[in-house]
């Protein structure tokens, strides 16, 4: 079992549609990213966290350090939404335990 | 603007004839990483510097070696790459703070004909 689990791995989705990726974690962590990767593409962070809420433009990421759960929501989904996200929490204060990806990809 | 940049996007070598990949920054992170991700694969972890400190994985193959002359810089070096190692190479920087968030680099695709 890995220590870091997404859901769904693949998820598709029309436009306009409200987006959600789940992550589910095993060990203890001093905190999580949600990074998007594009086809042949770099990572991107898009948030890091360790408590609560964050939200960028249509982008919000919650997490549950009890629960040991983190989501990432897409409102109003666009095309360009279309990537790989990865869930990675930060283990031992240096390194990252990467999740398995969720691709999305989101229709006109 | 402050990043972490990647020399070169786009790399290709022939089998065991020795390659260097390039990473710098500009935001005066003390801590560099190096990444091999394979296709359809999570990133894994090959080392990282802390400051001038070198951290290896206990997995990383003795083929893949790296150099960290200056904060700024850090290189990935393949002496014999096989066609196994072919992958996308992402480098990443965090800060010793509390929050140690990692900020990557566009990666190199390294082809091995």
């Known amino acids: 079992k890995n220590e870091v689990e997404q859901s769904p791995q693949n998820l598709t989705a029309q436009e306009g549609e409200f987006i959600t990726i789940n992550c589910s974690y095993s060990?203890?962590?001093?905190?999580l990213h949600w990074l998007q990767q594009h086809p042949g593409g770099g990572i991107v962070s898009l948030f890091m966290l360790s408590s609560g809420k964050k939200k960028h433009g249509r982008l919000i990421a919650t997490i549950n350090i009890q629960e040991k759960h983190s989501s990432l929501h897409i409102t109003a989904s666009h095309p360009r939404d279309s990537a790989v996200y990865i869930c990675a929490v930060l283990y031992n204060t240096d390194k990252l335990i990467f999740g398995t990806g969720t691709r999305l990809q989101v229709f006109p | 603007d402050a990043m972490v940049i990647q020399n070169p996007r786009y790399q290709v070598t022939q089998f065991g004839k020795p390659v260097t990949l390039s990473c710098s920054q500009t935001l005066n992170h003390n801590v560099m990483y190096w990444y091999q991700q394979k296709s359809s694969q999570a990133p894994k972890l090959l080392f990282h510097y802390y400051d001038k400190d070198f951290n290896n994985e206990a997995d990383t193959p003795d083929n893949f070696q790296s150099r960290r002359p200056n904060t700024s810089f850090c290189f990935l070096d393949i002496r014999s790459p096989g066609l196994g190692d072919a992958a996308m190479y992402l480098c990443?920087?965090?800060?010793?703070?509390?929050?140690?968030?990692?900020?990557f680099g566009p990666g190199t695709r390294l082809t091995v004909t």
């Open positions: 060990v203890g962590i001093s905190a």
């Open positions: 990443a920087t965090s800060r010793v703070t509390s929050s140690y968030e990692q900020y």
